[in-house]
């Protein structure tokens, strides 16, 4: 098996685990399909991180959808990254803009939204959303679409 196929690296390979934040383990391959556009769903229902201030373990589920184009984010290294959070200490609504913004980054996708899902601390759930579209596109429209109509 060629573990270096398209350049990826953690695939295949034995699992080494960061214990900080680190966007530096994501990896990507091509998208071999970029003549037509389609969804790309990860679920997370084990998600954790710290919160900033106490320390305490805050869990979610986080939601990632995208619409691809010519690089797609590779779901080892995904997984690796998400368990990169679960040392680091940020705020719910911070940790899915940070995720969303490291997807932009090394992707480029027409599309993204990440949803997080976090279970109740003190009594109150919170359910952070952030989406992009790609400026100038109909994908901008489509961000601003479902935004607008997020519960």
């Known amino acids: 098996m060629d573990r270096t196929k398209d350049g990826l690296q953690a695939l295949g390979r034995k699992t080494a685990y960061s214990q900080d934040y680190d966007p530096g383990v994501l990896e990507t391959f091509e998208n071999k399909h970029r003549d037509n ?25 986080l939601r990632i959808s995208y619409i691809p184009d010519v690089r797609m984010v590779e779901s080892k290294s995904l997984k690796l990254y998400l368990f990169s959070f679960r040392s680091h ?33 003190g009594g109150i759930s919170i359910y952070p959303y952030a989406n992009y579209g790609r400026p100038g596109t109909k994908w901008a429209a489509l961000a601003e679409q479902r935004f607008a109509s997020h519960e």
Do not use: S
């Open 37 to 61: 556009d389609y969804w790309v769903r990860f679920n997370c229902p084990e998600f954790t991180t710290l919160c900033p201030i106490t320390g305490q373990p805050d869990f979610a589920e």
């Open 89 to 121: 200490g940020d705020f719910h609504e911070d940790v899915v803009n940070t995720i969303m913004k490291d997807l932009i980054a090394l992707m480029d996708p027409k599309y993204i939204e990440v949803t997080g899902l976090f279970t109740p601390r």
